[in-house]
């Protein structure tokens, strides 16, 4: 063996024969951090939700203690057990539930929606065969893990657009609903525009039509309930609602647990044991579960049970003081800069920043935050920004909005901004009628970054880097298309 076989150059190639000095490896994992996006100096949103230094050493060394556990098999760890058993119990009385219900923890939002789906589609082929092709009716604004859910059971996703305030329009969505109909949804806020849906109105649909309603609060249910006590009273989202079946909150969001920890809670244990699984003819024995995933780590469920608890109600109502706090600033200079407006009523720290002037081209305003060093959602329909906040982000809202207002006046003045850069990238992915091109692009994309030996995103050479490059004659439209949208807004005079 050489000494280049376990030094750094040969890491991540092949497993080597001899195992690789420990601080060598530890050093290696802090290096290639150093090329990642820089969270902690709070220029990303919504991919890390972070309440305090201290709190995450805590999260750790919770989540340290089940390191090996497995909630697998329940009769195994039955501390884990109980451990989920207990968060699923506080969280039903959060969300004015209780006894008699029933829910579990799942790996996240997205694992906790592929169930919701899962448990509505065996209950109507349960209680009614005859529906062959179930459908679910959605708001647009729904969070895509829905979409994903109907591909892999089979369910079609009807999708319903939003009203002007980017709410779920409810009689929009009764007019689509049919004899296939098996769930209706509503979301507590959306994850696009931080908007919460009716759903009150969309429980008296629900109660009225003889259908359940989920409400996935993965984003707001771990912030909602606290607003009452900051004085900013919000329609009721959750059991409180007669025609409310289930739930969802994730509580590695606005819960600050670590991450692999969503709450799923059903009114009826009858819908719930549509979810669950079991197989009594396994040659490996008789096997069951709950969720997903087999195999399940026993840390995320630890640190969630602590994160509840270390926190506590008055904890999270702070954290939520300081975000809201944000948020008002954020919203008020957003509303300052000419050309500029806020979409809808967001009503946790969740904002999106869309244009009125059609000269400011937000994909290009959100190039130029980039090379800020701002990472920001872009969102389309309409074409905007979003962001979504912690509480470390009160402290570079000014920084931010500096930076926001200066790029605006540079795409305003430069209107040709909008076609240099990425923009026009996403400007065609949100508004070309080809998007199934898109879309295999975008599957390519995720294949080649996941076969064997291709070069990785970062290797690629500049073709393979834009992948959906634009072609001239499709940016001489845009543009076109563009200075057309400006005439007519002068004309106007707006
Ligand atoms: C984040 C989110 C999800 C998906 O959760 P993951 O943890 O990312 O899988 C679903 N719905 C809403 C409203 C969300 O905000």
Redesign the pocket.
């Known amino acids: 063996m050489t000494d280049t076989e376990n030094g750094q150059e040969r890491l991540g190639v092949e497993i080597p024969r001899r195992g690789v000095d420990r601080q060598t490896l530890l050093d290696r994992l802090r290096a290639l951090q150093a090329g990642d996006v820089r969270w902690r100096e709070h220029k990303v949103f919504g991919l890390v939700y972070k309440h305090s230094d201290a709190h995450t050493e805590f999260l750790k060394e919770a989540h340290g203690l089940y390191f090996s556990e497995n909630g697998l098999n329940p009769m195994a760890f039955k501390s884990l057990q109980q451990l989920e058993r207990e968060v699923v119990r506080m969280c039903a009385a959060l969300f004015h539930g209780g006894d008699g219900m029933a829910g579990c923890m799942t790996?996240?939002?997205?694992?906790?929606?592929l169930l919701t789906v899962l448990a509505y589609r065996n209950h109507a082929r349960r209680t009614r065969p005859w529906v062959r092709r179930p459908e679910i009716v959605v708001p647009e604004s729904?969070?895509t893990?829905f979409i994903k859910a109907g591909e892999c059971f089979g369910v079609r996703i009807v999708k319903t657009p939003c009203g002007q305030d980017y709410a779920a329009d409810v009689r929009e969505m009764e007019r689509r609903i049919t004899a296939r109909t098996i769930l209706l949804v509503g979301?507590a806020?959306?994850?696009p525009y931080g908007v919460l849906d009716p759903i009150a109105e969309l429980g008296d649909l629900a109660a009225r039509r003889g259908l359940p309603l989920h409400v996935?609060?993965?984003?707001?249910g771990f912030f909602l309930p606290w607003l009452g006590d900051l004085g900013r009273e919000t329609p009721p989202f959750d059991f409180r609602v007669p025609g409310v079946t289930s739930l969802?909150a994730?509580i590695?969001?606005y819960g600050y647990a670590a991450k692999g920890a969503?709450l799923l809670l059903y009114r009826s244990p009858a819908v719930f044991a549509d979810q669950v699984f079991a197989d009594v003819d396994w040659c490996g024995g008789a096997y069951g579960g709950a969720t997903l995933a087999g195999t399940r780590p026993g840390g995320p469920i630890a640190a969630a049970w602590a994160a509840l608890h270390a926190l506590g109600r008055e904890g999270y109502v702070e954290n939520a003081r300081t975000i809201l706090e944000a948020a008002g600033r954020l919203i008020e200079g957003v509303r300052a800069v000419p050309g500029l407006c806020v979409l809808g009523n967001p009503v946790i720290g969740v904002v999106a920043v869309g244009a009125t002037d059609p000269a400011v081209r937000m994909y290009a305003v959100a190039d130029l935050l980039e090379a800020r060093g701002w990472h920001i959602n872009r969102l389309q329909k309409p074409e905007s920004l979003q962001v979504i906040l912690n509480a470390g982000h009160a402290a570079v809202i000014d920084p931010l909005l500096a930076d926001l207002r200066e790029a605006v006046g540079h795409v305003r003045a430069h209107p040709d901004a909008a076609f240099e850069g990425s923009a026009p990238m996403y400007g065609l992915i949100a508004n070309m009628p080809l998007r199934r091109v898109v879309r295999k692009n975008l599957v390519a994309i995720f294949t080649k970054m996941h076969t064997v030996g291709e070069p990785g995103p970062e290797e690629a050479g500049e073709e393979e880097q834009d992948p959906v490059a634009v072609p001239p004659a499709v940016l001489w439209l845009m543009r076109t298309r563009a200075r057309i949208a400006r005439l007519f807004a002068a004309r106007r005079g707006d």
Not at 107 to 113: A, F
Not at 216 to 220: E, K, P, R
């Open positions: 790996s996240g939002g997205t694992e906790s929606l729904v969070h893990a979301s806020p959306c994850y996935d609060a993965c984003l707001g969802s994730d590695h969001k969503s």
